[in-house]
């Protein structure tokens, strides 16, 4: 490996464009698309040192998810599909701050840090959204990969979720699924169209859905599933406006519906007809309706987690098998679906920080690990003795016949959930599936239990990091004094609920509040935004 390389490179094609320094955050690199051309070249460099250390392949996806058309980012995919690990999450950072001239020796001392030897070869997957920047962005990722002597591996146009799912097969011999779109697709088909059998419809279920794109990649590969599936889940598409239209998650997509709680532009609103949306990069989605009186109703992260985990258990009491199930959420689940899974489900809750990283982490403590982001993000993990004993139970003549069936339905119900991320597509066939096994329209769903009003405010201070919390994020520990003025606050409010943390993806502060009524709710993250400025 020539380490000359990296500074030409750097110098002559990929200069230091930023004087401030910039964080590898919750969701990796993200910020204007133009201040963006270093960072990636950057990160090809950094890919290969990892993939070197891991010996495997590492994945490295260019994306803003749900951020406006002109910005952009990138994060990195560790061997098992997962997001890369945390310790090398301040070597990105560093990485990507040293100025152009250090940047040959902080590789250097990377590799001796990590004792990692450059003479193995490595592949780097490289996957993009549909941003009119993300070309030329994935070009630089490969003059990184290259200027470290790696072999990059352009996968075009992908979703975030794709991405993950091609990393796991590579590095797997192809054992979790073919690497390539077309094995996504058939994997996923095939498994969902077992599933639901030649019986398209089952009581309230219709398999008709309109499908928001976000005008973004979601849209474009929603479009395989359309041809695979044909009769079997009618998925209506909306929202595919073309590349570089500036439509990009404007006024439609996951997050604008789950944060503005409003039904997006360019759906046509038939009432009571269930609807979804997903992001940017089509790893969250959120299902809706309006009811006749036009009336809007959001289901959102929490409300698919609590369907999963509710189905999971019934399919699993029916195995017979001894499989613990859990849920994780972060506090910002709604306090009404903690309720119900913990009282009605009798399904065991855990919490855990913002951040997909540690919900992915906490559920693999489980056999069967349901974990949601309330914004929509989420999957279902099984571990190896989960597998290992349906695998068994499906084949064997231990268990009766019924039993037995229960075991096969299982399995191929893990083969339609992406478990190394939140998928949307794959949720929504997953959500499709147990819609349809139950016979339940979307009220049907949505009748299992009712929201608390709730309210997220952005507070935009000095230095957000002089709030720090404990507890899963919903104590302050600093500054003093505010978690008791909080406390103060909540004790006044019917089922009051609310705490303050620093965002990891912007420069604010998030409150959140929930109570039982919408204008005490309100009122309530008011109150406690006050006590933030
Ligand atoms: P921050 O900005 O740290 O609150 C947001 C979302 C997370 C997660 C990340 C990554 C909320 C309240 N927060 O994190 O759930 O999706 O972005 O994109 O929705
Ligand atoms: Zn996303």
């Given at each position: 490996t020539s380490y000359r390389t990296v500074y030409a490179f750097a110098r002559e094609m990929h200069p230091k464009t930023v004087k401030h320094d910039i964080q590898y955050g919750t969701a990796g690199f993200r910020t204007k698309a133009s201040n963006l051309g270093y960072i990636m070249y950057r990160m090809?460099?950094?890919?290969?040192?990892?993939?070197r250390y891991k010996q495997g392949i590492i994945g490295v996806m260019i994306t803003a998810s749900h951020n406006p058309e002109c910005d952009n980012g990138v994060k990195l995919i560790d061997p098992h599909g997962e997001m890369m690990e945390q310790s090398w999450e301040e070597l990105a950072t560093k990485v990507a701050n040293v100025q152009d001239d250090e940047l040959e020796q902080t590789i250097r001392d990377i590799v001796q840090d990590y004792n990692i030897d450059m003479s193995i070869r490595v592949n780097i997957l490289i996957g993009k959204d549909t941003r009119p920047s993300s070309p030329s962005l994935a070009k630089s990722v490969i003059d990184g990969v290259l200027a470290l002597s790696g072999k990059p591996i352009?996968?075009?146009i992908v979703t975030t979720p794709q991405m993950h799912y091609f990393v796991k097969c590579r590095n797997t011999q192809n054992e979790y699924g073919v690497a390539t779109e077309e094995g996504y697709y058939t994997k996923l088909v095939s498994a969902f169209k077992k599933l639901r059998g030649d019986k398209y419809n089952n009581k309230n279920y219709e398999n008709r859905i309109l499908y928001d794109g976000a005008n973004g990649v979601g849209a474009k590969k929603i479009k395989y599933f359309q041809e695979r599936l044909g009769e079997c889940l009618k998925i209506v598409l909306y929202n595919d406006a073309g590349i570089g239209t500036g439509k990009l998650n404007h006024l439609c997509g996951a997050d604008y519906v789950k944060s503005q709680q409003l039904f997006p532009t360019g759906v046509p609103s038939e009432p009571n007809q269930r609807c979804a949306s997903v992001d940017g990069d089509a790893d969250r989605i959120v299902f809706y309706y309006n009811d006749e009186n036009d009336k809007f109703h959001l289901l959102d992260g929490d409300r698919i987690a609590t369907l999963v985990a509710s189905y999971l258990k019934e399919i699993v009491s029916e195995t017979g098998l001894d499989l613990n199930l859990g849920l994780v959420q972060t506090a910002y689940a709604n306090g009404a679906s903690t309720d119900?899974?913990?009282?009605s489900l009798k399904v065991p809750v855990a919490c855990v920080s913002t951040g997909v990283k540690y919900l992915h982490h906490k559920a693999l403590e489980f056999d069967i690990g349901v974990y949601f982001e309330a914004n929509g993000h989420g999957?279902?993990?099984f571990s190896k003795n989960a597998k290992d004993k349906l695998n068994q139970a499906a084949k064997g003549n231990i268990l009766t016949e019924s039993q037995q069936q229960a075991a096969s339905k299982l399995l191929a119900l893990i083969d339609v959930i992406n478990e190394t991320v939140g998928d949307a597509i794959a949720d929504l066939l997953l959500v499709e599936t147990i819609l349809h096994a139950k016979g339940w329209n979307i009220q049907d769903w949505e009748q299992t239990y009712t929201d608390l009003p709730n309210k997220l405010l952005k507070v935009t201070v000095q230095d957000?990091?002089?709030i720090t919390t404990k507890d899963?994020?919903?104590?302050?520990?600093?500054p003093n004094g505010l978690q008791e003025?909080?406390?103060d606050l909540v004790k006044k409010y019917k089922r009051g609920r609310s705490f303050v943390r620093p965002s990891g993806t912007e420069d604010i502060v998030r409150v959140y509040a929930e109570a039982s009524t919408k204008e005490e709710c309100?009122?309530?993250a008011a109150q406690v935004a006050q006590k933030v400025y």
């Open positions: 090809g460099l950094l890919a290969v040192l990892r993939s352009d996968f075009g119900y899974i913990t009282e999957t279902v993990t957000r990091n002089v899963a994020e919903r104590q302050c520990v600093t003025e909080i406390n309100d009122k309530l």
